[in-house]
């Protein structure tokens, strides 16, 4: 059984689905690795640093597909990589296959098995290879970082001959994986905080790293999805919310938005009205901009200045981390493919919680539910 490795294609990505320590647990394993040359370079993982782990250095994409039998990347699939494929190759990736759904269909006629990394079980036993939070950790530090950049202002307050500084006031909506490391990381550089989340349980972890906690008082189950995720709220609750928001984010220097609804268009949580409220020369870091973006003026992609406000768009924070982001992701997909395939006999175990979880494709066919009424 050969696991092969492509490199990624997508504009800016720097991240890689493999590192020197994953090429020998799989082999370790009983895997074979066979990987596209260069497919580390933008993590600063060499080809001979790959090859001295044990894996072997293929030159393009058609001989490691044609040879493999697993494929792992980052993103998506391109045409030229699903035509190069063999029928039943293993595919796993990030895949939002609500969104990505014409992706779906071109595998699906290809008859490829496939795993997307964003179905990946909110359970215990999967948090090893929970790729989202550990890509979500990265975002929430360095939207922080980018933040403070664009101000013209210190984070903390300082003390000075020339009088004192005030400190910088972030506002952060979202507790989730993402806003809990931007809370944790804007206190590390002295910024006043507060945070805000449609799920009232996560207060006190908001208040454990030093922030305030911003509340929409609500029905308790008002904002609570399945698996620890949030869900969309009422038209009621939203507007309570908006109103609350407005007087804390008219005062804030820095605001990073994280919300997100799993296969779904993020919710616009900051309409163009109360961006018009906000100070000039202030932030909103929109870490929900794949999806549309939590503010309603947010340009997918790009850093646009509106109504004196810099609304940050960038898409693919993790992937301005590659060393770090890489070693993660990596770590995730190694402990799923050693949880969900045999040791001894290296096949894939259909009916575990796990594969049954992530897997979307399988013998031609969409089993996953979510993406089978996605692509009607």
């Known amino acids: 059984m050969i696991i092969g490795i492509l490199k990624e294609t997508t504009k800016n990505e720097k991240r890689c689905a493999i590192t020197t320590g994953t090429v020998k647990s799989y082999i370790k394993f ?211 919310q908006q109103e609350l928001l407005a007087n804390h984010i008219s005062k804030s220097d820095i605001v990073i938005t994280t919300a997100l609804i799993p296969g779904r268009p993020a919710p616009i949580l900051i309409p163009e009205s109360m961006v018009k409220g906000m100070k000039e020369g202030s932030v909103i870091m929109d870490l929900a901009s794949e999806n549309g973006g939590n503010c309603e003026l947010t340009d997918p992609g790009q850093i646009t200045t509106k109504h004196g406000v810099i609304i940050d768009g960038t898409t693919n924070i993790p992937g301005t981390m590659p060393v770090h982001a890489s070693e993660l992701y990596a770590k995730n997909i190694n402990a799923l493919l050693t949880h969900i395939y045999d040791k001894e006999k290296l096949t894939l175990k259909e009916d575990d919680e796990i594969t049954v979880g992530s897997l979307y494709l399988l013998n031609g066919e969409v089993v996953n539910k979510i993406t089978k009424e996605a692509i009607k």
Do not use: W
């Open 30 to 240: 009983g895997f074979d690795v066979v990987i596209q040359s260069g497919a580390g370079s933008q993590s600063y993982i060499s080809d001979d640093d790959l090859k001295d782990s044990g894996a072997s250095i293929l030159q393009n994409a058609m001989d490691v597909c044609d040879k493999s039998d697993i494929i792992l990347k980052v993103n998506p699939p391109s045409d030229e990589e699903i035509d190069l494929m063999k029928e039943n190759t293993m595919f796993v990736s990030f895949m939002q296959t609500t969104k990505d759904t014409d992706v779906v269909k071109k595998l699906k006629a290809k008859k490829i098995n496939a795993i997307s990394m964003h179905l990946i079980p909110r359970s215990t036993l999967a948090q090893k290879m929970d790729a989202l939070s550990s890509q979500s950790n990265i975002a929430g530090y360095k939207a922080v970082l980018m933040g403070a950049c664009h101000i013209g202002k210190y984070m903390p307050l300082l003390m000075t001959a020339a009088g004192t500084i005030p400190p910088a006031k972030v506002v952060v909506i979202g507790a989730g994986v993402a806003g809990l490391q931007a809370i944790a990381t804007a206190k590390r550089l002295g910024a006043q905080v507060e945070a805000s989340d449609v799920r009232p349980e996560v207060k006190e972890q908001v208040e454990s790293l030093g922030a305030k906690y911003i509340e929409v008082k609500s029905d308790e189950s008002e904002g609570v999805g399945e698996g620890g995720y949030a869900k969309e709220t009422s038209e009621d609750y939203k507007q309570k």
